[in-house]
């Protein structure tokens, strides 16, 4: 045949079968395919672009080289040559000078460019409004943190020295990109230009310096310069990504990109299966059409033909609505939350329809394509005798190539492919799970038949009659309920979590360096205020040395050397009160029997990296003094809960005779920022770090990523409901066929509604229990892989999921069997 | 005629069947009288199109008519909407099709098992075996219809039929999708039974030695009676 009339005949018979309302659920699920998965997909890339945005802009850049010595140049040029954009700044310890008074700060010396990411903060005296800087000092000028001009007693106007270089201040430096990552234990900042380094004769052969080159620029460079650069570097660089660059966040951020994730993994699967039900049902349905064609001669090729062009007609159809629809969505739900989400300007062109394009015809090559393809092989035969089948399909074809297709795609989305096996492998033995246990619920439940009334006990013999069907039934409820199941709790323990991990009382600001003679005088002024005060922790710097009685360098791992943790002095403590965002993994935690006990308990991920393990050594110098302690206890941290938190905590007695400051951290509106500067006044030494805005942000974005999680939420839902609907008249053709023949033999519409409730009641019992099972394993090993939550077990749902999973399927069953009762008997001798 | 034969198992009076087509009103049937005894045989003939497949679901109240009543062991199914006429279609009538309509996913046994269990009958698998058995399927109980040859299909579907012991059996071109070999030995069974149970046969058929086996002939044309031959 020609392939002009070809492709003729294949649209008629498509306008055909969409009159027919064949299409349609097959029509509905690939655009809901497509626009589940690109509206998504493009919310993540954007989120996710927004937040390393926001992430720079706090780093001050998307990458930093530090450095205790200047780079070879060529570094610097081959970032030019990448398209990025480059600044050098210099960081020194160095003693401020007023009059007699000195001050230990840490001056930073940038250019013109400096910051490449994000903007500096100034106000014009201590503790009044700040506002955004798009300047940096003049020469000759300084700008310093309110801690400096407290302690000096200095306000703005009134000079300083550093080194040889007398320097003007000229405004209060409240916020520095870069800062944010090092907040505790850090002198405070003073900022010059780096015209005037050479001036204050600080940098000497031997002093202690920190180059930092700051790099921006789009990923494709950035990525390119990082592959570069890596290998150039010795354990003295660092290079901080913007993804170490906001650890309050990180875990958050990183929660809710999965989230999206497996919102997109969910969407695929459940299109695929609603797909793939309804194809099966439109391949049975044009057995007899196909046989016919055969008979009237068409090859098996070209009868293929015919079906693949009607196949890519509906796929480009069904993909352009859906890519468009998910653009949109996507679109306008991100303009309504630009405002307050780091959301970067939608990729403009012809991307997001590509991707919607490829998506749906992976789908339907994935899914459809094998049920099609069986009906080339009806034989031409079954025209006169209708009980002849075509071969089934190789059942490694139809499943291979559905895997094939949900792994492509969900590889394609997030671009995760320990997600992607470990989602897969879950998947694969889940089905297989499912299949085992729907068939020993259908069988238990059979042997219990004579205990049923006539209606349970026809129902069931009618689902163990067509037990293949039912069981695909039973595994397609189920997994729409277990969808729908994940994806609602997941959803509630991240918003819960997320409510709960910053509540409005959240502290905001942290008070370090409080003489032990201060303390309590500090506690009361707040209290004045109605400020109420964390716990106070000690504070000594100590630096660990020893690995059971190895040197650390020579005890840890080649990639650790460089660790941080190992090149500063770490912030130590003293408590028995365990923080309640921590939790004890290994070991047990301290209690009073401990007391001058050399024990201390290590923060689980440092001993991770370090390889610190129960019941090791380790070796510290404080001061002049060492210090061995075994180790008690491996503790998980949150860091992003905004409380004090310690690599190391020892009992009291340990160090108590060591010098030691204090911390603190406490809630303070912002109508009571004036108390900061009494506070100030009143005890110099005393160093306030203020997170008010990291924090207000970090909670508007929770708040907002609530949203998101909440429209995928819905989508999947949505995407859930069509399994079902597809499931539900998956059955139908039968069910109206044997309606009809039950008529005949006399049943009457009471009978057969009983019936059909009964079943539906059972399978959809089966896919609650199904389900819930499913639902379990799957977060349980999301908990605790993927998301890093507390899986806890919920036996209520076990009883809540097969009831609500009956009462609905049951309800919706019998809804959609209506059709079937009242189905006139004369449909049989009409088909005869 | 015994007594018996005087029972009127089947009537109709002003039987008339017109549907709504793309040209208009349709007559397919018109002014239908007949009436049927109990344990007497009767052929509906008549070329394709004459209305004999209608006339049949009317008379076994499958469906209504546009007038015109039909009665059933005295029941007249116009009164009765379709629950009453299933009901009694589960008491009193058996079907055979020509395309023998046994459900597919279910085994011989089971499909006769099927009228037995709508009744409530708790020997429903005890029956259905012995009439499988009486149709010379015992050893092919737990095969399912296309595992079976197509005479073996249309014995499970008598089975099934005379399952319920029936007043009444309709049967729809009963051999119409047989070889001649294979439908003579369904008839010599399908009469076999009728005379073992007493049953009405009212039979559909093209098959004019079929219908020759019957005590009478009613001939349509244009959905007309044009003769009502007894052969008895």
């Not at chain 1, 993804?243 to 990180?250: K, S, T």
């Not at chain 1, 059709?819 to 449909?827: A, C, G, R, Y």
């Not at chain 2, 089971?110 to 075996?129: C, H, I, K, Y």
């Not at chain 2, 005379?195 to 005590?215: I, P």
């Amino acid at each position: 045949m020609k392939t002009f009339l070809q492709w003729r005949l294949a649209l008629r018979l498509l306008a055909r079968d969409w009159r027919a309302g064949e299409l349609r659920i097959l029509f509905i699920a690939l655009v809901l395919a497509v626009a589940a998965t690109t509206s998504i997909s493009f919310m993540t890339d954007r989120l996710a672009r927004g937040m390393v945005n926001q992430s720079a802009d706090f780093l001050g850049a998307d990458i930093i080289l530090k450095s205790p010595r200047p780079v070879n140049k060529t570094l610097l040029r081959q970032a030019s040559a990448f398209n990025l954009q480059t600044t050098e700044s210099l960081q020194f310890a160095s003693m401020v000078v007023s009059g007699d008074a000195l001050q230990l700060s840490s001056v930073r010396a940038v250019d013109e460019q400096f910051p490449l990411r994000g903007k500096m903060r100034t106000a014009s005296a201590s503790y009044v409004s700040d506002s955004e800087t798009h300047s940096i000092p003049l020469p000759g000028e300084a700008w310093a943190a309110p801690a400096i001009l407290s302690r000096l007693n200095l306000s703005t106007g009134d000079s300083v020295t550093v080194g040889s270089l007398s320097l003007r201040i000229t405004r209060v430096l409240t916020f520095e990109p870069g800062q944010a990552g090092e907040v505790f234990g850090v002198s405070p900042r003073l900022l010059i230009n780096r015209i005037d380094v050479p001036a204050t004769g600080v940098v000497q052969p031997g002093s202690r310096l920190t180059y930092q080159y700051l790099f921006a620029g789009d990923k494709t460079g950035l990525d390119a310069y990082h592959t570069w650069l890596k290998p150039q570097l010795d354990a003295s660089h660092s290079v901080i990504g913007v993804h170490e660059g906001r650890r309050a966040l990180g875990a958050a951020l990183e929660r809710a990109e999965r989230y999206l994730g497996l919102g997109i993994m969910i969407a695929v699967i459940l299109a695929g299966v609603a797909i793939a039900i309804v194809v099966r049902r439109y391949s049975e349905r044009h057995l007899d059409v196909s046989a016919m064609l055969r008979c009237l001669g068409l090859s098996q090729q070209a009868l293929l033909a015919l079906y693949l062009m009607q196949l890519v007609v509906l796929g480009v159809a069904a993909s352009a609505v859906g890519g468009l629809l998910g653009w949109l969505m996507q679109a306008g739900l991100l303009a309504v939350l630009s405002d307050l989400l780091p959301v970067a300007p939608s990729t403009t062109g012809i991307q997001p329809f590509l991707l919607g394009f490829v998506t749906g015809a992976a789908m339907l090559i994935g899914f459809a394509l094998p049920p099609v393809m069986r009906l080339k092989n009806v034989p031409p035969l079954r025209v006169l005798r209708r009980d002849l089948l075509p071969m089934p399909g190789n059942a490694w074809m139809v499943y291979g190539f559905a895997i094939g297709t949900v792994f492509f795609l969900i590889w394609r989305y997030t671009d995760d492919i320990k997600l992607v096996l470990s989602a897969m492998l879950g998947a694969v033995v889940m089905a297989l799970a499912l299949f085992i246990v729907g068939f020993a619920l259908l069988a238990v439940t059979r042997s219990l038949q004579s205990h049923m009334g006539v209606a349970w006990r026809f129902g069931l013999n009618n689902l163990w009659r067509r037990r293949q069907l039912s069981l695909s039934q039973i595994s397609a409820f189920g997994l729409a309920f277990m969808a729908m199941l994940v994806i609602a709790l997941v959803r509630n323990e991240l918003i819960s979590t997320w409510t709960q991990q910053l509540p409005a009382d959240t502290p905001n600001h942290f008070a370090v360096n409080i003489l032990p003679e201060q303390a309590d005088a500090v506690q009361q002024l707040l209290a004045s205020h109605d400020i109420e005060t964390t716990q106070l922790y000690p504070m000594i710097r100590g630096r660990l040395v020893t690995i059971n009685h190895q040197p650390v360098r020579t005890a840890v791992s080649k990639e650790a050397q460089g660790d941080n943790a190992l090149n500063r002095e770490l912030n130590l403590t003293w408590t028995l009160n365990l923080q309640k965002d921590n939790k004890i993994l290994e070991g047990r935690w301290l209690n009073s029997g401990d007391t001058k006990q050399p024990f201390v308990s290590v923060e689980s991920r440092l001993a991770e990296r370090l390889g610190i393990e129960l019941n090791d050594e380790l070796g510290f110098t404080i001061g002049a003094q060492q210090l061995q302690a075994r180790v008690l206890n491996i503790r998980s941290v949150q860091w992003d809960s905004f409380r004090p938190n310690f690599y190391m905590i020892f009992p009291p007695g340990v160090l108590d005779n060591l010098p030691s400051t204090y911390m603190t951290s406490f809630y303070m509106p912002a109508e009571k920022k004036p108390v900061l500067g009494e506070l100030v006044r009143a005890y110099p030494a005393v160093t306030l770090i203020e997170m008010d805005l990291v924090l207000a942000q970090a909670q508007r974005i929770f708040s907002q990523i609530s949203h998101i999680v909440e429209y995928v939420f819905a989508f999947l839902l949505l995407a859930g409901l069509i399994v079902l609907y597809a499931a539900l008249t998956a059955s139908q053709d039968e069910r109206l066929y044997e309606g009809a023949l039950m008529r005949t033999l006399g049943a009457s519409s009471k009978q057969l509604g009983q019936a059909h409730l009964a079943e539906f009641l059972l399978l959809g019992f089966f896919a609650g229990v199904l389900a819930i099972m499913g639902t379990e394993a799957i977060l349980w090993v999301l908990y605790s892989q993927l998301l890093e939550l507390d899986y806890n077990f919920n036996p209520l749902l076990w009883i809540i999921v097969p009831l609500a999973g009956a009462l609905f399927i049951g309800a919706a069953g019998y809804w959609s069997t209506r059709k079937v009762k009242h189905q006139s008997p004369m449909l049989l001798l009409n088909n005869s | 005629m015994s007594a018996n034969q005087k029972i009127i198992r089947v009537a109709a009076s002003g039987l008339c069947k017109r549907v709504e087509t793309a040209n208009g009103l349709l007559d397919i049937l018109l002014d239908i009288e007949l009436k049927i005894h109990a344990a007497e045989s009767v052929a509906i003939v008549g070329v394709s199109g004459s209305g004999k497949s209608t006339l049949l679901g009317l008379l076994a109240g499958l469906d209504l008519p546009s007038s015109g009543e039909v009665h059933l062991d005295g029941n007249n199914l116009s009164m009765l909407d379709e629950d009453g006429r299933a009901e009694i279609r589960s008491r009193l009538v058996g079907f055979v099709f020509q395309s023998f309509q046994l459900l597919p996913g279910l085994t011989a046994l089971e499909n006769v098992m099927l009228p037995l269990e709508l009744a409530g009958r708790n020997d429903a698998r005890e029956r259905a075996t012995q009439l499988l058995a009486r149709v010379g399927l015992d050893a092919r109980l737990t095969h399912y219809p296309k595992q079976l040859s197509g005479g073996e299909q249309q014995r499970v579907a008598l089975a099934r039929a005379f399952a319920i012991q029936p007043a009444i059996l309709f049967a729809d071109e009963p051999t119409g999708n047989l070889d001649s070999t294979t439908g003579k030995l369904i008839i010599d069974l399908l009469f076999e039974l009728n005379a073992e149970q007493g049953t009405t046969l009212v039979l559909v058929t093209h098959d004019e030695s079929l219908a020759n086996r019957c005590d009478r002939k009613i001939r349509l044309d244009a959905g007309r009676v044009v003769n009502g031959i007894d052969h008895s």
